[in-house]
């Protein structure tokens, strides 16, 4: 198998899993540790995305401009700390890093031909946990007024 299906597979993984995650936040059942495998592969994604696509040159990661640099790694440490954090700092990682990671999914499949072929897949995963997010921030306000 070529590093680069195994790249954008690990990232389509990383995906479908933070997806799962913000489906317990909304459900109620998310506990920090279901972040752990989500966040591990998230990470191996991001490694071989610095080797393979970047070279580990800051230039080359850069290149597309700055912002979308800071925001995708914001987006990662969220993701990473996410297991590490109590219950509802969890949530609100795992709320703000899907956000992120959904704006960043869909434009990329949309953009770049090598992976086009993930559109239905994250476009489904955009729904499920966008519909999500609506569910958790509305349902929380509704219910007690105050973050769950």
């Not at 920090?32 to 610095?50: D, G, K, Q, S």
């Not at 970047?54 to 230039?59: C, M, S």
């Not at 080359?60 to 969220?78: I, S």
């Not at 770049?112 to 519909?131: Q, T």
């Amino acid at each position: 198998m070529h590093i680069e299906t195994i790249t954008f597979l690990a990232a389509i993984t990383g995906f479908t899993g933070l997806t799962a995650n913000m489906a317990l936040v909304a459900a109620g059942r998310h506990r920090p540790i279901h972040m752990t495998p989500v966040a591990l592969i998230v990470f191996a994604h991001v490694l071989m995305i610095w080797h393979y696509r970047y070279e580990w040159e800051i230039a080359q990661a850069t290149r597309n401009g700055y912002a979308g640099f800071v925001v995708f790694h914001a987006a990662l440490l969220g993701i990473l700390a996410a297991p590490l954090a109590g219950s509802l700092w969890s949530k609100r990682l795992v709320a703000c890093s899907f956000l992120v990671a959904a704006m960043g999914a869909s434009g990329a499949v949309m953009r770049y031909d090598e992976v086009a072929v993930y559109r239905l897949p994250v476009f489904v995963c955009d729904l499920v946990g966008l519909s999500a997010l609506v569910y958790w921030i509305y349902g929380r306000y509704r219910t007690r007024g105050t973050p769950q």
